[in-house]
């Protein structure tokens, strides 16, 4: 575990990121709900007090910040010890899972990892179809694919999954060796 910062909550998102960014002198990332300052050594988060409401029911002005290596692992450790938690294990779309609890002062200390946030789905799509058509990488199907998937465009019949996909795809390229087929790359 490692102190890395803490967090602001405010009301104010946008006007307490310029305000630090221009004391600290560095850029800010993130947006009107979430926006991180980060110096050598530690980061400086702001975080929007109507959200922080929305995803647990605390009333705080700070938020300590520690990283974990493993927050469900952390959650699990701390709620057997039974300190108070206020939000349990969640991922949020700005890439941080975190687990929240309280000290015995009240502050809220978050336990965080941060992690990739999940790929667009239209750049998924778009990755699928020019593996597939342009490229002619038939791996695409396993590798993009769920287990159930029902490819509407195979003939009446073919059951559903990649296998089937990529059988199909097979048969169409083989006896269609000449088509082209134009997608843009993905994203």
């Not at 941060?114 to 998924?124: G, S």
């Not at 990755?127 to 791996?139: A, E, T």
């Not at 003939?155 to 059988?167: I, N, W, Y």
């Amino acid at each position: 575990m490692r102190f890395t910062g803490a967090s602001l909550i405010a009301d104010d998102v946008p006007g307490l990121v310029a305000f630090y960014s221009a004391v600290l002198g560095v850029p800010a990332s993130g947006d009107d709900v979430f926006a991180t300052v980060a110096v050598p050594g530690a980061t400086l988060s702001i975080f929007a007090a109507d959200a922080l409401r929305r995803m647990a029911p605390v009333d705080a002005t700070t938020v300590l910040e520690l990283r974990v290596d493993d927050v469900d692992a952390a959650h699990e450790r701390l709620r057997a010890l039974g300190v108070p938690i206020v939000k349990p294990p969640t991922t949020q779309p700005w890439g941080r899972r975190s687990v929240w609890l309280r000290d015995p002062a009240g502050t809220v200390v978050t336990l965080y990892r941060d992690i990739a946030p999940p790929p667009d789905p239209a750049d998924v799509v778009a990755s699928y179809f020019h593996r597939l058509l342009v490229q002619r990488d038939l791996s695409a199907c396993d590798d993009l694919l769920a287990p159930d998937y029902l490819d509407h465009d195979a003939p009446p019949g073919t059951p559903p999954g990649p296998a089937a996909t990529r059988a199909y795809a097979e048969r169409l390229f083989a006896d269609h060796p000449d088509l082209r087929v134009d997608v843009g790359p993905p994203h």
